[in-house]
Each structure stands twice: as structure tokens, then as C-alpha cells.
């Protein structure tokens, strides 16, 4: 069956460290891939995505940086945290039902820098 | 930017009644997808409404697209305290295959 799976579920992390978050994806090939970040009562901000291995396409300039070392692994990473990093992390494929298609999300990472 | 937004930001209401949320866009879309988010977790899939459809339907669910007024509706009919959660509209963009969010409606479903 096709799932993802995202770790950790909450982080608390100090400004100035680093940063990784890792995304995984099951039952697929060549999915595109794609990282979220949801501040507190807000909508979602696309960081990243990525349609194939080595391929990563950013959205907005930031702290950030993202990887895609292995065709179903996607990683998020800081060399360095700042307290805006804080938030809820979604990394989410495309998932195809037929005619139509959608988001299928991880269960998300909450971080808190401190 | 193509985000799109939801109104109202928050909607309470008693089981039972139905539950109505918008979402208006910017710019030309190939789709436009409705999710929901319980408190602290990921988003789930709820319907999908392509630009040349106009109504679709699914369980106690009909959306609504109205590309010339660059809007869309989520019903919720006979609403449940289980329906309590974040709705979002999400868009996308011509070009691609990623999707942009609105600020989401927060429901409320009064036992």
C-alpha cells in the first residue's frame, strides 16, 4: 500500500543548531514530493518541491534548504535555526485515484526553536 | 501570489445545521482541491473540482466552482460534532503540479 511516513513528531531544537527533518514515501516510484510549513492558526507555506531525484525547486527564499537523496526520501534541513523556523512541518506527495488526484500528507513535525 | 482565501476565518454551529465556507483565487487554475485538518495533524483529501466542472458531490459534501468569479464553496450538510476541524481550499498553479493553500475556516460543531 502507498504511505508516508515523517519523524519526528515534535521537535524542540535551540537557535543556532541544526536542522533535519526526513520524509519517506511506500507503494510508489517517482513521486513529486513536496515540504509545507504551517505557522500557528495560518494556511500553509509551499517551501519545496520535487519531482525526481537531485531535482529540488524552492518557493521562497529562507533558512532552509531541502534534499532528495533517494527517489522516495525527502529531507528538510538548517544549518542553523532561527526562532521563525518554529512551526508545522507537512511533507506530502501526489497521489493519483483515477481521475482524480491530490495531496496525500505526512502526520507532520512540530517545531519549536528556543 | 495564486494563494488562495478562505471566509469566514471561523464559523460555529449547532449539529445539524449545514456549514458553508469559501474560498476565493487570483489566477487561472486546473484545479481546486478542499482539505481538512484536525488540531495538530496532517491534512487529509477531501474532494477535488476540476475548472470545467461546476458542482461535485461527495457523501455530505458539495463544492462548488465558479471560475469567472474566481471562487469556490464547501458545503457540509447535516453536520456533525465529528466535522469539527480546519478546512482549507487549496489551487494550482497552471504549470505545475504543486498546490497553494488558503488561510483555512476553522468549524466549530456544537453538540
Known amino acids: 500500500s502507498q504511505t508516508i511516513h515523517q519523524w519526528p513528531a515534535t521537535l524542540v531544537q535551540p537557535v543556532g543548531s541544526p536542522l533535519s527533518l526526513e520524509c519517506t514515501v511506500e507503494g510508489t516510484s517517482n513521486p513529486n514530493l513536496y515540504w509545507y510549513r504551517q505557522a500557528a492558526g495560518r494556511g500553509l507555506q509551499l517551501l519545496f518541491y520535487?519531482?525526481?531525484?537531485?531535482?529540488i525547486s524552492s518557493e521562497v527564499p529562507q533558512n532552509l534548504s531541502a534534499s532528495r537523496p533517494q527517489d522516495r526520501q525527502f529531507i528538510l534541513s538548517s544549518k542553523k535555526l532561527l526562532l521563525s523556523d518554529s512551526g508545522f512541518y507537512l511533507c506530502?506527495?501526489?497521489?493519483?485515484?483515477?481521475?482524480?488526484?491530490?495531496?496525500?500528507f505526512g502526520s507532520g513535525t512540530r517545531l519549536t526553536v528556543v | 501570489s495564486q494563494q488562495g482565501e478562505e471566509d469566514p476565518q471561523a464559523l460555529s454551529i449547532q449539529e445539524g445545521e449545514n456549514a458553508t465556507m469559501n474560498c476565493s483565487y487570483k489566477t487561472s487554475i486546473n484545479n481546486l482541491q478542499w482539505y481538512r485538518q484536525n488540531s495538530g495533524r496532517g491534512l487529509v483529501h477531501l474532494i477535488l473540482i476540476r475548472s470545467n466542472e461546476r458542482e461535485k458531490h461527495s457523501g455530505r459534501l458539495r463544492v462548488t466552482l465558479d471560475t469567472s468569479k474566481k471562487s469556490s464553496s464547501l458545503l457540509i450538510t447535516a453536520s456533525r460534532a465529528a466535522d469539527t476541524a480546519s478546512y482549507f481550499c487549496a489551487t494550482d498553479a497552471r504549470a505545475g503540479n504543486q498546490f497553494y493553500f488558503g488561510t483555512g475556516t476553522s468549524l466549530t460543531v456544537i453538540p
Open positions: 520535487s519531482v525526481g531525484i537531485g531535482q
Open positions: 506530502a506527495w501526489i497521489t493519483f485515484r483515477g481521475v482524480n488526484y491530490g495531496y496525500t
